[in-house]
């Protein structure tokens, strides 16, 4: 994307990226300080994540405006895998997760993520935006207890059971961030809310001493010089090991940053390359744990306000990188002094922004199935496992609509005269008629409409057995049928070669392209000739016709000699 961007390119357009670079480079700062700590790890490994990660991605992005760094949705998962596997093993299950995005993009799967049905992601989503929102209760009260537990049970026992050491400063802290944070909002949605909200508040906590843990308290000074972090060698069993929490990585990450470069589409006016997409995001993923970083993904809140800023081309990502790189440098001094409990407000208007409540309703109105896939992945996310959601989510999506598209399938039997459209090329294009088409008494004919796959195959068996036998001739009509699977082909097989068995003969009309392909490259063709498959069912019934009613043999004349 980016050797196509700049053709064109002006000194105004320079200098609207270069501003949009810096508008969104502030709002990056505070966003992934709070990541970074909610995810369990340092304020400097979030910010290192957004510098290095964001870089890497504009620079190959399949998006022009696409910004990258850590995000909200990736807080649970990052938080779950570090506890689980250490720092070593998540920056590992990050690098693996890289290798997998290069190879869903380029082996073309980016294409393949549209199908994850829209209940699937607002389940998953609002189901991490109420984990990520109920983590942060304990920094905005200032409750004086350990780490909180994981589960979302146990995480409500806990607070519950330390509701006594509630810091009113704390509180207070919280409302005032949410008031000035949505007062800016309200007066100018340009202006980097969080950044101006959390200066301000950390000044009055500062001039008036209040009582409260900061970034200091807890993490010490900031600082970019990283420990070095061994990630190799990389053996078989370490990749075995931590492939479930890289794959985890990988689709998440795969679904995000395709969700968010669609999002800038509709705000800049282009088409975004998905494949080339993922590339970025895995080259990112590799090189980012390098540095120390965690997961990278496309953040759809600060690529909506670089399109908004009026940025064009992926400079305004690239420059956003380095003026964030510049203002930890000179600021790192004072960021420390960040309330945790501000930290958290920024954090809970994230996931109550993520959390997509809007859509629940036009899910709930939708069809009772949807309703089912979202609520079930919406509880599994929040109450159980957030691997075990995806995976539900998507197979419970798989099987209710194989039993919508079952149920609409169905096959009728076509008798006597009827009407029916058909198309023929004229040296004008395309023309369409009416025609009227009479069934011999010799003949069967079946219409399939519907799908003709797997799911459909045990109610046609049924269906063609429930009519009994049939005549000398069947033919079966495939106009109404856009794709026929191996499932199809295998019932069409035995069909064939059962009313060969009968001495009957069956022919196929009006298969398109595809589907005489996949039926002319398969093993049906043992059981019936290629001749027996007629473009249209005029063809046949002319045919058949002539067949069987042959033109009377001519005799010789009488008296004639030989």
Same mark, same amino acid.
């Given at each position: 994307?980016?050797?196509?961007?700049? =053709?064109?390119?002006?000194?105004?357009?320079?200098?609207?990226?270069?501003?949009?670079?810096?508008?969104?480079?502030?709002?990056?700062?505070?966003?992934?300080?709070?990541?970074?700590?909610?995810?369990?790890?340092?304020?400097?490994?979030?910010?290192?994540?957004?510098?290095?990660?964001?870089?890497?991605?504009?620079?190959?992005?399949?998006?022009?405006?696409?910004?990258?760094?850590?995000?909200?949705?990736?807080?649970?998962?990052?938080? #779950?895998?570090?506890?689980?596997?250490?720092?070593?093993?998540?920056?590992?299950?990050?690098?693996?997760?890289?290798?997998?995005?290069?190879?869903?993009?380029?082996?073309?799967?980016?294409?393949?993520?549209?199908?994850?049905?829209?209940?699937?992601?607002?389940?998953?989503?609002?189901?991490?935006?109420?984990?990520?929102?109920?983590?942060?209760?304990?920094?905005? *009260?200032?409750?004086?207890?350990?780490?909180?537990?994981?589960?979302?049970?146990?995480?409500?026992?806990?607070?519950?059971?330390?509701?006594?050491?509630?810091?009113?400063?704390?509180?207070?802290?919280?409302?005032?961030?949410?008031?000035?944070?949505?007062?800016?909002?309200?007066?100018?949605?340009?202006?980097?809310?969080?950044?101006?909200?959390?200066?301000?508040?950390?000044?009055?906590?500062?001039?008036?001493?209040?009582?409260? #843990?900061?970034?200091?308290?807890?993490?010490?000074?900031?600082?970019?010089?990283?420990?070095?972090?061994?990630?190799?060698?990389?053996?078989?069993?370490?990749?075995?090991?931590?492939?479930?929490?890289?794959?985890?990585?990988?689709?998440?990450?795969?679904? #995000?940053?395709?969700?968010?470069?669609?999002?800038?589409?509709?705000?800049?006016? #282009?088409?975004?390359?998905?494949?080339t997409e993922l590339i970025a995001q895995g080259l990112a993923?590799?090189?980012?744990?390098?540095?120390?970083?965690?997961?990278?993904?496309?953040?759809?809140?600060?690529?909506?306000?670089? =399109?908004? =800023?009026?940025?064009?081309?992926?400079?305004?990502?690239?420059?956003?990188?380095?003026?964030?790189?510049?203002?930890?440098?000179? *600021?790192?001094?004072?960021?420390?002094?960040i309330p945790m409990s501000a930290l958290a407000a920024v954090l809970m208007i994230v996931a109550y922004n993520m959390s997509e409540w809007k859509s629940w309703r036009h899910i709930y109105q939708s069809t009772k199935a949807d309703f089912l896939v979202f609520i079930s992945t919406f509880g599994i996310t929040v109450f159980l496992d957030l691997i075990a959601a995806i995976q539900v989510g998507v197979l419970m999506s798989a099987f209710l609509f194989v039993d919508r598209m079952s149920k609409a399938a169905s096959v009728k039997k076509l008798e006597g005269e009827f009407l029916t459209v058909t198309s023929s090329k004229t040296h004008e294009g395309q023309a369409t008629d009416i025609k009227s088409l009479k069934i011999p008494p010799e003949l069967d004919v079946f219409e399939f409409q519907g799908a003709l796959f797997f799911g459909a195959y045990a109610k046609f068996d049924l269906t063609f057995h429930e009519l009994g036998r049939y005549k000398k001739y069947i033919a079966l009509r495939f106009n109404q049928i856009a794709t026929i699977d191996g499932t199809a082909i295998y019932f069409l097989k035995g069909f064939a070669e059962d009313t060969k068995k009968e001495g009957g003969q069956l022919f196929f009309t009006e298969l398109n392209e595809d589907c005489y392909e996949t039926v002319t490259n398969s093993t049906l063709m043992e059981s019936m000739p290629k001749e027996n498959i007629f473009p249209k069912l005029e063809n046949l019934l002319e045919y058949l016709q002539i067949k069987l009613n042959p033109p009377p043999v001519q005799q010789p004349p009488a008296g004639s000699g030989t």
């Open positions: 994307m980016i050797l196509t961007s700049f =053709a064109g390119y002006t000194w105004s357009q320079l200098v609207k990226d270069l501003l949009a670079g810096v508008l969104v480079a502030i709002i990056a700062l505070p966003l992934s300080i709070a990541f970074g700590i909610a995810s369990g790890v340092t304020p400097a490994i979030g910010l290192m994540t957004a510098i290095v990660g964001g870089f890497i991605v504009s620079l190959f992005s399949g998006s022009s405006v696409q910004v990258a760094g850590p995000t909200g949705a990736f807080i649970v998962i990052v938080y #779950e895998i570090l506890k689980q596997y250490g720092l070593v093993g998540l920056m590992q299950a990050n690098l693996i997760a890289g290798v997998l995005l290069i190879a869903m993009g380029a082996s073309g799967v980016g294409s393949w993520l549209r199908f994850i049905s829209r209940p699937v992601v607002v389940g998953f989503t609002a189901g991490i935006a109420v984990t990520i929102f109920t983590s942060q209760i304990k920094d905005s *009260l200032g409750l004086e207890m350990g780490a909180v537990p994981s589960h979302f049970i146990d995480k409500m026992v806990a607070f519950w059971q330390n509701k006594d050491s509630i810091n009113p400063y704390a509180v207070l802290t919280v409302i005032l961030t949410f008031s000035l944070i949505q007062s800016i909002h309200f007066l100018k949605k340009t202006l980097p809310a969080p950044f101006i909200g959390l200066i301000s508040i950390t000044a009055i906590s500062f001039y008036f001493d209040f009582p409260i #843990e900061t970034i200091q308290t807890r993490f010490g000074k900031l600082s970019l010089a990283l420990e070095y972090v061994p990630l190799f060698p990389l053996n078989l069993d370490t990749i075995t090991f931590l492939f479930p929490a890289a794959l985890t990585i990988a689709l998440l990450g795969a679904i #995000e940053s395709l969700l968010c470069a669609l999002v800038a589409d509709g705000m800049v006016g #282009e088409r975004h390359r998905s494949n993923n590799i090189i980012t744990p390098l540095f120390g970083g965690i997961p990278v993904t496309g953040a759809i809140a600060r690529t909506a306000a670089n =399109a908004r =800023a009026g940025a064009k081309t992926p400079l305004a990502g690239l420059s956003h990188a380095v003026f964030l790189f510049i203002m930890v440098y000179f *600021l790192k001094d004072y960021v420390v002094y």
